[in-house]
């Protein structure tokens, strides 16, 4: 995912959010949220100065929200987000969103971002064995070479194998509705199952041309 912040949100004085924006900077550091990429074009000033010196340290969600080892972590993950950008590849196919407090402008409350960037994806197959071995062999054939969408695949790789991406078995016919429903109305998607949960299925031919509708 792309995660945009509006600036405005380090300014909010709200013990609450700042304390759950230290959990998101936190949270970005750890191994497993490395296919996350953080723009941080519009927020540069929150975190360095006039001078392009680190100065996150001084402010108030640091210095109350994070520890020492925490405010070394960040600061050489902040100052080494430059070296991997976000490319046209990555805009054109990952999901992004907008860390804020303004619902108006479809921001995503501080709560619910950390939520997104905690919890696991889930695709939902029609055979949780042969349908994700599928799914895991399209990634490993494209990751490589000079295919156009190589690093989106390595990403999806990635994710399988840090287990930050997984699958759940819907059973076929009729049942991947009810599966879906289930995780839609469940509490570890609500409200954010839109950057979650994804169902994959093929449909049923009767013929080369015809599909079969009546299911």
Same mark, same amino acid.
């Given at each position: 995912m792309i995660i945009f912040f509006n600036r405005s949100i380090f300014n909010n004085q709200d013990p609450n959010i700042q304390s759950v924006l230290a959990d998101i900077l936190v949270k970005l550091m750890h191994k497993n949220c490395q296919n996350h990429f953080i723009d941080t074009?519009? !927020?540069?000033?929150?975190?360095?100065?006039?001078?392009?010196?680190?100065?996150?340290?001084?402010t108030n969600i640091a210095k109350e929200y994070l520890g020492k080892e925490q405010k070394i972590g960040l600061q050489e993950y902040i100052?080494?987000?430059?070296?991997?950008?976000?490319?046209?590849?990555?805009?054109?196919?990952?999901?992004?969103?907008?860390?804020g407090?303004?619902?108006?402008?479809?921001? !995503?409350?501080?709560?619910?971002?950390?939520?997104?960037?905690?919890?696991?994806?889930?695709?939902i197959v029609e055979n949780g064995i042969n349908d994700w071995k599928f799914i895991q062999g399209i990634c490993q054939k494209y990751n490589s070479g000079k295919t156009k969408r190589r690093s989106i695949y390595q990403l999806i790789e990635d994710a399988i194998k840090?287990?930050?991406?997984?699958?759940?078995?819907?059973?076929?016919?009729?049942?991947?509705?009810?599966?879906?429903?289930?995780?839609?109305?469940?509490?570890?998607?609500?409200? !954010?199952?839109?950057?979650?949960?994804?169902?994959?299925?093929?449909?049923?031919?009767?013929?080369?041309?015809?599909?079969?509708?009546?299911?």
């Open positions: 074009q519009n !927020i540069k000033d929150i975190f360095f100065d006039e001078k392009n010196r680190y100065n996150f340290n001084n100052t080494n987000i430059p070296r991997r950008p976000i490319t046209n590849l990555h805009k054109r196919h990952l999901t992004d969103f907008t860390i407090i303004d619902s108006s402008l479809d921001e !995503i409350h501080p709560n619910d971002a950390y939520k997104i960037i905690s919890e696991r994806s889930k695709i840090n287990e930050t991406l997984e699958s759940d078995h819907s059973g076929g016919t009729g049942e991947i509705v009810k599966i879906a429903e289930r995780w839609l109305n469940s509490n570890r998607y609500k409200d !954010i199952f839109r950057y979650k949960l994804m169902a994959i299925f093929d449909g049923d031919k009767s013929s080369q041309n015809n599909y079969i509708t009546s299911k």
